[in-house]
């Protein structure tokens, strides 16, 4: 089996079409921007929310493909499933048997009052049951929850769980938040319980710090913003009563690369001192981290260790992040042998999604 941990769902108007009853004054509206209209703009209750990439025409996604040195082509009807057998019909064309599926919308925060966001996530996780339904069991996804209300998080977990979901995505930052306060333990209780993994994927739900690491005068684009706060959440994990307390739980880290891995592992075992330090704390502490193509697979591989190192193509994207042959790239590359190429294309994210 051929586990493409981590691609990616664009949001709808259809998204918000399992909105219920009153929830449907919270149905997000879709904006073009008057001086560029590859940029869109989700706007609930007059405010503009989430994020929404650029929509990219076929030439366009093709000049950026050649322009970037990385396949980034997708077609509209299968990134925003649409087109579920398209969707199919892609991975089939390169060699994949199962897409994890996230979203894109909640890399950034998408509402300020708890009830907006309870219904947005429930519309989004109904959403998401349709489309496994629907996908042969090949599309598994994370899903969102209301973290502001974490009985009703609980909720939609226990629904996820029976509808195909294999994770639960949780930002770095919520608000005002940090992913080891124990305000989270409810939830990594239940992921336990339903044997859902928690998926770290590059976000931000703290408005401050966005406004902080906006880049202003560069073009580094979301590193700051979106993956050095994954990376600060991986070190704070292995450094915390996290994975003493729910030693059960498995983590993932997903679209951050794994170059940074051999650097978290030297400054947890230095700030560990004489307590000592896992030798391999990916595999002690169940953390599994997506790699790109470009990593130094050596380097990543011993400190990371070859069963917690997974691998994703960000389908349906354009960033930094995005290679949608990515695996095809994988499979040839002469550097990592055909025994460690299973285990990251096939055992770990079994392992790690519950598959």
């Keep these: 089996m051929i586990?493409?941990?981590?691609?990616?769902?664009?949001?709808?108007?259809?998204?918000?079409?399992?909105?219920?009853?009153?929830?449907?004054?919270?149905?997000?509206?879709?904006?073009?921007?008057?001086?560029?209209?590859?940029?869109q703009y989700w706007f609930c209750e007059g405010k503009a929310?989430?994020?929404?990439p650029p929509t990219l025409t076929e030439q366009e996604l093709i000049a950026l493909s050649k322009e970037t040195g990385r396949e980034l082509k997708t077609e509209a009807g299968a990134r925003e499933l649409r087109d579920v057998e398209l969707r199919l019909a892609h991975m089939d064309r390169?060699?994949?048997?199962?897409?994890?599926?996230?979203?894109?919308?909640?890399?950034?925060?998408?509402?300020?009052?708890?009830?907006?966001?309870?219904?947005?996530?429930?519309?989004?996780?109904?959403?998401m049951a349709d489309m496994w339904k629907q996908g042969k069991n090949r599309l598994r996804w994370?899903?969102?929850?209301?973290?502001?209300?974490?009985?009703?998080?609980?909720?939609?977990?226990?629904?996820?769980?029976?509808?195909?979901?294999?994770?639960?995505?949780?930002?770095?930052?919520?608000?005002?938040?940090?992913?080891?306060?124990?305000?989270?333990?409810?939830?990594?209780?239940?992921?336990?319980?339903?044997?859902?993994?928690?998926?770290?994927?590059?976000?931000?739900?703290?408005?401050?710090?966005?406004?902080?690491?906006?880049?202003?005068?560069?073009?580094?684009?979301?590193?700051?913003?979106?993956?050095?706060?994954?990376?600060?959440?991986?070190?704070?994990?292995?450094?915390?009563?996290?994975?003493?307390?729910f030693p059960n739980l498995r983590w993932g880290f997903i679209e951050a690369s794994a170059q940074w891995v051999p650097w978290v592992v030297k400054e947890a075992t230095r700030r560990?001192?004489?307590?000592?330090?896992?030798?391999?704390?990916?595999?002690?502490?169940?953390?599994?981290?997506?790699?790109?193509t470009n990593d130094d697979?050596?380097?990543?591989?011993?400190?990371?260790g070859e069963d917690n190192v997974v691998i994703g193509t960000d389908f349906g994207h354009t960033d930094a992040s995005s290679e949608v042959d990515a695996i095809d790239i994988f499979r040839a590359n002469s550097e990592v042998t055909d025994p460690v190429k299973k285990k990251i294309l096939d055992d770990n994210p079994r392992r790690l999604y519950g598959i």
């Excluded at 769902?9 to 209209?37: C, H, I, M």
């Excluded at 929310?49 to 929404?52: E, K, L, S, V």
């Excluded at 897409?99 to 009052?113: P, S």
């Excluded at 560990?272 to 997506?290: C, D, S, W």
Aim: net charge negative; hydrophobic share 45%; aromatic share 12%.
């Design 3 to 39: 586990v493409d941990a981590d691609a990616h769902v664009v949001e709808t108007e259809q998204t918000w079409s399992y909105l219920d009853g009153s929830d449907k004054k919270f149905r997000p509206q879709l904006f073009s921007s008057a001086d560029n209209s590859a940029m």
């Design 49 to 52: 929310i989430g994020f929404r």
């Design 94 to 127: 390169l060699g994949i048997d199962v897409q994890v599926l996230f979203n894109t919308m909640w890399i950034a925060r998408v509402a300020d009052k708890a009830e907006a966001e309870i219904a947005l996530c429930a519309s989004w996780n109904r959403w």
């Design 142 to 245: 994370s899903c969102v929850v209301p973290a502001m209300t974490l009985s009703e998080a609980l909720q939609q977990m226990r629904f996820a769980k029976q509808n195909g979901a294999v994770a639960v995505s949780l930002r770095p930052f919520e608000d005002d938040k940090h992913l080891v306060d124990p305000y989270f333990y409810p939830i990594y209780e239940e992921a336990t319980q339903l044997d859902l993994a928690i998926a770290v994927h590059i976000a931000n739900g703290s408005p401050q710090l966005l406004d902080q690491f906006k880049p202003r005068y560069d073009k580094m684009g979301g590193f700051a913003q979106f993956r050095v706060p994954t990376v600060i959440t991986c070190l704070s994990l292995m450094m915390s009563d996290l994975p003493k307390t």
């Design 272 to 292: 560990t001192g004489a307590k000592g330090f896992p030798k391999l704390p990916f595999k002690e502490f169940n953390i599994y981290v997506t790699t790109e």
């Design 297 to 304: 697979f050596d380097y990543v591989l011993r400190y990371a």
